[in-house]
């Protein structure tokens, strides 16, 4: 079936690679693809240093006196749920005036207290005052620190100072928390996720496992995408090129048109894969260079996110055999709908007719495009179907593969499905071509088709008829 098919793979292959333009665009891609993640990881780390750098420092006080005289018996508490940084342990003490206040701290001996003093401008604009008794240790470079937490924080602050009470709205909004514990460590009030950093990392993965799956799905799915209606054109084209230039006949005689047709399939394939895997591997190691300097440029700090790209061995992503089986379905799959195309350059005569033929393998790859998005996309599971149908399988299955959500029952079957659809898609491709070829300039009839197509040697059947 395949005889001599090396011969025009190695010529279509030349062809594509030997290419200026090819070369030239691997090359650029691959390097801006390599520096895009190490650029993101390097803003990254500078905008997270800088934020360290400009965080609000303490102002010196564990306990604050607030005189509100329009609402004295204001709740300031809620400020500390805030988990601002060296502002999450204040304890807010109503007054009645700044020098009942002051009095209260002389009698007390309090030496880390200050005093708020809120009032209201005209138009009914609320300020703040920031006050320092004369005994206090704590210098006005500090104390001002608290001006600037609560002008960082002056919306919950304003809604505290008008006497609307925060805390049920807090409790209605706010999701519910939920921990795990230890019996030990519930009699201490630690959770499991405070004292082992091993469980908190799990926690956290947990999270965003989801995201990253139909994440990676999404991009499987537009590099399929993509990559056919990119590549397929150009087999379509490259299938009618012999037809259009009359060397059809001359072809035909030293080579067969299976093997013509996978030999331009495959050497067009071919040069298209290792511009893509280049480009895949220029990510990779982008993102591996980019994390190691965000490490260097913010030692220690960590993100969900970073955590998750180091966990992907824990998390059981990207292991080596479902990456290679990733990687098969990904090609045949690829594979597949170029076969659909070949069938469309095989029933053309002209590039005008290849370029008009070339629905044969868009329109499905537009349906299942989006089957997958309206019912792989929007449902927390993928349906099994979408995996196992040949032309949906090839969008989602590489990922599903990877991510370790698919049984090996299903992407086997899935497999083998679009190996068997590829091999007849071809099959009937060389038919067609051979059926074309030898009908050229005469019409043909549906019962000819058909028995030229499923009779044993079409040469023959032409002669016959």
């Known amino acids: 079936m395949f005889k001599r098919f090396g011969n025009v793979f190695k010529f279509t292959f030349h062809n594509q690679v030997s290419s200026k333009s090819f070369k030239v665009t691997t090359i650029l891609i691959t390097a801006l693809l390599f520096l895009i993640p190490v650029i993101v990881f390097v803003i990254a780390g500078n905008a997270s240093k800088n934020s360290e750098e400009n965080k609000t420092e303490s102002c010196g006080a564990d306990k604050i006196y607030v005189v509100n005289e329009r609402v004295p018996d204001a709740d300031y508490s809620a400020m500390n749920s805030l988990q601002v940084e060296n502002y999450t342990e204040l304890q807010y003490v109503n007054a009645e005036s700044v020098d009942a206040a002051l009095r209260e701290i002389e009698d007390a001996n309090e030496v880390t207290s200050l005093i708020v003093h809120v009032y209201e401008e005209d138009g009914g604009r609320l300020s703040v005052n920031v ?182 061995a824990k998390l059981g992503l990207f292991k080596p055999l479902n990456v290679i089986l990733a990687v098969l379905v990904f090609i045949f799959g690829i594979v597949l709908y170029c076969a659909l195309a070949a ?53 989602v299955l590489p990922a599903g593969v990877c991510a370790g959500v698919v049984s090996t029952p299903i ?38 088709a058909l028995k030229m197509l499923f009779s044993g040697n079409n040469k023959e059947t032409a002669k016959t008829e």
Request: charged share 15%.
């Open 343 to 395: 069938i469309g350059g095989a029933i053309s005569s002209t590039k005008e007719e290849a370029a008009s033929n070339q629905s044969i393998f868009v329109i499905l790859l537009v349906v299942c495009f989006y089957l997958v998005l309206i019912k792989g996309l929007n449902s927390a599971e993928i349906p099994t179907w979408l995996y196992i149908f040949p032309g949906t399988g090839a969008m």
């Open 411 to 448: 992407a086997l079957a899935s497999f083998a499905a679009m190996v068997v659809t590829t091999v007849v898609a071809l099959w009937l491709a060389g038919k067609i071509y051979v059926m074309m070829s030898l009908y050229k300039g005469n019409g043909v009839r549906i019962g000819k």
């Open 131 to 312: 006050i320092v008794p004369d005994s206090s240790p704590i210098d006005k470079k500090t104390a001002g620190n608290l001006c600037d937490f609560l002008e960082e924080q002056n919306q919950l602050f304003t809604v505290l100072a008008t006497g609307i009470s925060v805390t049920d709205i807090m409790k209605i909004s706010a999701p519910m928390d939920s921990d795990v514990y230890s019996a030990t460590g519930y009699a201490k009030g630690r959770s499991i996720y405070e004292t082992d950093k091993e469980s908190l990392d799990e926690k956290n993965n947990e999270s965003i496992l989801p995201t990253f799956n139909m994440i990676l799905v999404y991009a499987t799915v537009m590099l399929v995408y993509f990559i056919v209606l990119a590549y397929g054109a150009s087999i379509t084209q490259n299938i009618v090129m012999e037809k259009a230039s009359k060397l059809m006949d001359t072809m035909l005689i030293s080579v067969r048109a299976e093997s013509l047709i996978f030999g331009k399939l495959l050497g067009v394939l071919t040069a298209a894969f290792i511009q893509l895997f280049a480009w895949i591997a220029a990510v990779v190691v982008g993102m591996i260079v980019g994390l190691k300097v965000f490490e260097s440029i913010v030692p220690g700090k960590e993100f969900m996110v970073i955590t998750f790209l180091k966990s992907f």
